[in-house]
């Protein structure tokens, strides 16, 4: 087999946290701009076929409770952003981690996943919930605590750039999730983080970077022919003059 070389862009964001459902298209234009900026900026060098964002990318949990996230940010899925992303897939050819999505789903009424979606040119191929949400912070469900949950846990997608998985920031300090991406026949794995300075790569506080080394040679020998990672965090913004 011949080796697949092609670039990965890990896109960094910087932008409001919207307050409401519709102020989450401006976010999704600037997500569209910065792919078109990735894949013809870069193609000089080397193709980019993969394109990741970090969480909360599209809207992060502002809100203290479920119920108002429910209320005002919380988004099925599929929805005009991932049909947006998925036009954007088909122009270049490539495929799209997303940020994360806050999803409701009419199965689990009363319940708000972290969710972000592989997409490609033939649309959406996986949606992975995030599997150990960050306690306190956040107030979204658990995949794995729902009784009667019967959709995959650790989905892979088998693609022409290889076999991707993907567990979202916090799941990664647990080594079960990435051991069964592995075994699932993860041949990349993603991670899409809100990590942010100090438990970022400043030591002491470094678990960003430790946690990846720890997790690349515990997952690399169960994959096959070898698993590579692709890391992304998201960087909140500063608060300007007029904010301080």
């Not at 750039?161 to 920031?169: F, H, M, P, R, T």
Request: charged share 25%; net charge negative; aromatic share 10%.
């Amino acid at each position: 087999m011949e080796p697949i070389r092609y670039a990965a862009a890990a896109c960094q964001v910087c932008q409001p946290n919207p307050e409401t459902r519709a102020e989450m298209k401006r976010n999704t234009d600037r997500i569209l701009e910065m792919i078109s900026l990735a894949v013809e900026g870069y193609s000089p060098f080397l193709p980019v076929r993969l394109v990741v964002f970090p969480e909360f990318a599209h809207a992060a949990p502002i809100y203290p409770t479920a119920r108002e996230l429910l209320d005002r940010l919380a988004v099925p899925i599929p929805n005009e952003h991932t049909e947006r992303i998925a036009a954007k897939a088909r122009e270049y050819n490539i495929y799209v981690q997303t940020g994360t999505f806050l999803e409701r789903d009419d199965r689990w009424p009363h319940v708000v996943f972290n969710t972000t979606c592989l997409i490609g040119p033939e649309g959406i191929l996986y949606r992975y919930r995030k599997v150990n949400p960050w306690i306190p912070f956040e107030v979204h469900a658990s995949p794995h605590d729902l009784e009667g949950y019967d959709e995959p846990l650790f989905p892979v997608a088998k693609t022409p750039i290889g076999n991707l998985g993907v567990a979202i920031c916090y799941d990664w300090l647990f080594p079960e999730a990435l051991r069964q991406l592995a075994a699932n026949g993860a041949e990349v794995l993603i991670r899409v983080s809100a990590y942010m300075d100090p438990w970022g790569a400043t030591p002491p506080m470094d678990w960003w970077t430790v946690v990846n080394r720890c997790r690349r040679s515990r997952t690399s020998p169960m994959s096959s022919p070898q698993t590579r990672e692709l890391r992304c965090a998201s960087i909140r913004p500063s608060p300007g003059p007029e904010e301080a």
